[in-house]
């Protein structure tokens, strides 16, 4: 029997889809999460074997990681919101845990999957390179505990771990259980915003060219060491994608003009009012969701395409369709929702 990979984060939505990818092609995986039922269907469905696990803990790292041939470290908490011990918790420790099981247990190659929320702050950027300075201060807890994540998993590689991280861009696609979901909610109550004109470019990933990018990092030798960025290649202004969305739907498109500027004046308030007086809950929106919504931001894919052999394959109309057809909506007719 071959060595297996083990795939973290394999109850959401990326690491699920690798899963997926690898079984599909007959590999031997073991899926790591917390959520029993989530990982128990996920184990039925494609034959992969489950092992829950809290990766903030080392026995339990160690119990997933010994014996396998390569790491896809995607587990995270990602949210604009929270409280900065978790992120700490779930980002760092975690990735500490499992670079140390990877040392340990001579794992052959650890995938880090990092994001390109390391560069937000706030200013438009296009065609943004791996080796472009980031901010010297993190947008937030996510991107601050992202980045020392990095770090970790830099370190080990120094010390002789070949290791890869990636850093997707917004991925979408079916499955998805955070970012167009939203966007959909939104236009089902009528109260998307276009923000500036809904001008700035959006870089999406389709889920399938993140994995996509996942299998190259998996083998390509010369990645080792390296970050790379990861989009589908096919930026848009954000008006653009949402009229998609809402025409595939069969909803209005939103009309509702407003200032990026004088949204984000509103987000900051809000943000300064839940920090004193309801912390644990996160305002319905935030600076940075906002942000990243009002904000031009692109990769440049060139290291991907030369280091890891990636090219991207799904545009956004393709992407989707099929994420549309994942919802079966049927579109309405215009003017009835
Ligand atoms: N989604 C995006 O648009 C996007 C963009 C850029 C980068 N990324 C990065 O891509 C990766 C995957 O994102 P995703 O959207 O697939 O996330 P997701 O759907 O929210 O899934 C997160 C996964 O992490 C696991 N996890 C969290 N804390 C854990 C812990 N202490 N121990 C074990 N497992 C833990 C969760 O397990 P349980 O649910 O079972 O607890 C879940 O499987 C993350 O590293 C994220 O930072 C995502």
């Not at 929320?117 to 390179?129: C, L």
């Not at 791996?130 to 994540?149: C, F, H, I, W």
């Not at 990933?205 to 790379?228: E, M, N, P």
């Not at 600076?287 to 919504?293: I, K, P």
């Amino acid at each position: 029997m071959d060595l297996p990979i083990v795939v973290t984060g394999a109850t959401g939505f990326l690491g699920g889809a690798l899963v997926r990818r690898l079984r599909a092609e007959g590999r031997s995986v073991i899926a790591t999460g917390r959520d029993r039922r989530r990982g128990a269907a996920l184990a039925r469905e494609t034959g992969a074997r489950f092992e829950p696990a809290d990766l903030a803990m080392p026995t339990e790292t160690d119990r997933v990681i010994r014996g396998a041939l390569a790491v896809v470290h995607s587990a995270a908490l990602s949210s604009p919101w929270g409280d900065p011990r978790a992120f700490d918790r779930a980002n760092v420790r975690a990735t500490e845990n499992v670079v140390q099981a990877c040392e340990r247990f001579h794992v052959a190659r650890l995938v880090h999957v990092s994001t390109p929320a390391v560069y937000f702050d706030f200013r438009a950027r296009e065609g943004i390179r791996e080796s472009d300075p980031l901010p010297g201060t993190m947008v937030n807890d996510y991107a601050r505990t992202k980045l020392e994540a990095e770090r970790v998993v830099t370190r080990a590689h120094a010390r002789g771990l070949a290791t890869v991280i990636l850093r997707p861009r917004a991925l979408y696609g079916p499955g998805d259980t955070t970012i167009l979901p939203r966007v959909v909610e939104a236009l089902r109550r009528g109260q998307f915003p276009l923000l500036d004109g809904g001008r700035s470019l959006v870089d999406l990933t389709f889920i399938d060219d993140a994995v996509q990018a996942l299998v190259c990092a998996l083998s390509s030798d010369r990645a080792i060491g390296g970050t790379y960025h990861v989009t589908s290649g096919d930026p848009r202004p954000i008006g653009e994608v949402i009229a998609a969305l809402a025409d595939g739907l069969g909803l209005a498109r939103p009309t509702r003009h407003v200032s990026a500027d004088r949204a984000l004046v509103v987000a900051g308030v809000l943000e300064a009012l839940h920090r004193a007086l309801l912390p644990s809950i996160e305002p319905r929106i935030t600076r940075y969701t906002l942000g990243l919504l009002a904000r031009t931001m692109t990769l440049d894919l060139t290291a991907a395409r030369r280091d890891l052999g990636y090219a991207p394959r799904v545009a956004l109309e393709e992407g989707l369709r099929r994420y549309l057809a994942s919802l079966d909506v049927r579109p309405l007719p215009k003017g009835s929702a």
